[in-house]
């Protein structure tokens, strides 16, 4: 198979999957509206059979920023339970810091929307189960949002990569570096909380902490309480990948080293992290650093008859050589570019509405993606390697680490 036909007949398979539908209006309300969410707002926007109802945030000029970009047409609110209450939504976006995206979705579920999460799906490996329990109860369209599972050129990786494109494949390397040294700084009120600002609220089940600017908007990230680092944010997105060309729910075992070493701006997770899943013959492996770059993005796939890297913007296949005298490649130069992935992941959501199929990063898959992302964190913060169980979801013989697959919530929240 040549490149040319390579790439058309994945492309050709794609788009047979897809269904459309109706030519009615799907009605949305976006929960969120800051960094991402205005990005996702911005993407839906652009779809002919979008309309956009309701906009919800706390902070108020992110608030005013995403009823603008629909020209002022969304009501606002402040209380996503008040948006969730507007009974012709038929889905809804939720872009909230990641200790919300449970309660978020877990409450449209059963207010009857659909839900298009963005990732990572949980902030535990509870919440994430309660997730998919209350998609399925309801059925409930639920996309998280990978968008690099709706990547045209990710799909035909895949396929070519199960097929023995490249040879056996025993090792994959994923990560995410850059260089922020000393650290980041507070984006919105470093001078103190705007008025009408429900700190409270923000944190909502999260424990009681004073108002701190770097603990909001972006850097939410970086502190245990809300998210878990770079290894839920990029991680979520790579080793989702990593996990589908392997073709297995989850890993077997996990090993996670690293810590906050160098960054001074207050944050908790790692600022270097190194970890290895072990999935039967194939070892994975994350490696992130945010005080030194080199090469910002990987995901490189080891095969015996060739090496792919892989990106967003697409994928190339370096061969393998032969061991003899003559050097020989093992296989043939591959490369395809990759397509407008948010706009395909937004066009899967909306298609599934309808359709009422599984969109191409279902709630179930974002949810797998997202223990491994845990189960990284949990090992590099004890220090310890980790057996898994995935039909029973827990930690074998570690009942340390089986405490963190949950957290307690501060009232009145509850799971």
Known sequence: MNRRTFAMSALTAWSAGRIMGANDRIRMGLIGSGGRGKQDWATFLKQPD???????????????????????????????????????????????????????????????????????????????????????????????????????????????????????????????????????????????????????????????????????????????????????????????IARWIVGAEAPAAVAGFGGRYALTDGGETPDVQQVTYQFGKTIVSWTTSEIGEGKGFTLDIYGTKGMMSLTRGGFKVEPERSSGREKTPLMEPLSMKGNDLDMAHARSFLDCVRSRQKPTADIAEGHRSAVMCHLGNISTRLGRSLRWDAAKEEVIGDAEANAMLSRPYRGPWKL
């Not at 449209?108 to 999460?117: I, N, Q, R, S, W």
């Not at 050129?153 to 056996?168: P, R």
């Not at 429900?198 to 970086?222: E, T, V």
């Open 50 to 240: 979008f309309e956009a109802v309701a906009v919800c945030d706390l902070y108020q000029p992110f608030l005013e920023k995403g009823i603008a970009m629909a020209d002022g047409r969304p009501r606002g609110f402040t209380d996503f339970r008040r948006l969730l209450e507007v009974k012709d939504i038929d889905a809804v976006i939720a872009a909230v810091p990641d200790h919300w995206h449970a309660l978020v979705t877990i409450a449209a579920c059963d207010a009857g929307k659909d839900v298009y999460c963005e990732k990572p799906l949980s902030l535990t490996v509870a919440e994430g189960r309660k997730m998919v329990e209350a998609a399925r109860r309801n059925k409930r369209v639920v996309q998280t949002g990978s968008q690099q599972r709706s990547g045209t050129h990710y799909a035909a990786a895949v396929k070519l990569i199960q097929s023995g494109g490249i040879g056996e494949v025993h090792r994959i390397q994923a990560g995410m570096q850059r260089n922020i040294f000393p650290g980041l700084k507070p984006t919105e009120m470093a001078g103190g909380p705007l008025p009408g600002f429900d700190w409270d609220m923000w944190l909502g089940p999260a424990p009681k902490r004073a108002f701190d600017p770097f603990r909001c908007i972006y850097n939410f990230r970086w502190f245990w309480d809300y998210s878990g680092g770079q290894m839920t944010n990029w991680g979520a997105h790579h080793l989702d």
